[in-house]
């Protein structure tokens, strides 16, 4: 499989614990990005990485929310003492060197707090 | 707010019709336009893409149409099947940036 891999697909949390969420990209791409959707809303960005680097986290809630693409693994989303309001699906997109905007994403992963 | 919205939220069509889906963008400064499919439950699936200095741009069943002067962008989808009742999303590279920005969705149902 080739494609953007993203675990766990279902990922439930109670209130205050952390989620760790994990994005393997497309073979030969090295720009990541995440992106969380609401129910029956569209993708919002939250951060644009390469490894070892952030690029832009304009959309990433200041406090609670981290991102990192190490040299070597997948990139990590962590989201710290998650709240209610965190609950959405996550997804990971990558994109190759010669073009950024063509974005392929994962399935994401499914948030729930309780 | 958005700088992408669509006009519709809900399509319906009847299978082997040809569907439009509308898209309106206000940022000028985006060059690059995606439309993506998603399926209940999974990722966004790229459909087809088309960069500003296009102002049509054909694919297998599929054909975006964009039209700068009133950011406008529609999906035009031949011979609706089944299989292509999804949301569909248009997407923006916000003010030429790697940022993608969203619209809302519209969701498209092919009746048999």
């Known amino acids: 499989n080739a494609g953007v891999m993203q675990n766990p697909r279902h990922l439930v949390r109670r209130r205050g614990q952390e989620a760790r969420l994990r994005c393997s990209p497309m073979k030969g791409h090295s720009h990541v990005y995440w992106y969380r959707q609401l129910p029956e809303e569209g993708l919002k960005f939250m951060v644009y990485l390469q490894k070892e680097n952030i690029i832009d986290e304009s959309g990433m809630p200041k406090e609670r929310f981290s991102a990192e693409f190490p040299k070597e693994g997948p990139s990590i989303l962590r989201i710290q003492q998650v709240v209610r309001g965190d609950s959405a699906a996550y997804f990971c997109?990558?994109?190759?060197?010669?073009?950024?905007?063509?974005?392929?994403f994962g399935p994401g992963t499914r948030l729930t707090v309780t | 707010g958005e700088s992408v919205g669509l006009h519709l939220p809900t399509l319906s069509v009847q299978e082997g019709d040809n569907s439009i889906i509308n898209c309106a963008y206000s940022n000028s400064a985006s060059d690059y336009f995606i439309w993506y499919k998603q399926e209940s439950g999974k990722g966004p699936q790229f459909i087809i893409d088309i960069r500003s200095n296009m102002d049509k741009r054909q694919g297998q069943r599929v054909t975006v149409l964009l039209n700068k002067t009133v950011k406008h962008l529609s999906l035009q989808i031949a011979a609706t099947q089944p299989g292509d009742s999804a949301v569909y999303f248009c997407?923006?590279?916000?003010?030429?940036?790697?940022?993608?920005?969203f619209g809302k969705g519209t969701k498209l149902t092919v009746n048999p």
């Open positions: 997407a923006e590279n916000e003010g030429g940036s790697e940022k993608l920005v």
């Open positions: 997109a990558s994109s190759g060197d010669r073009s950024y905007y063509e974005q392929y």
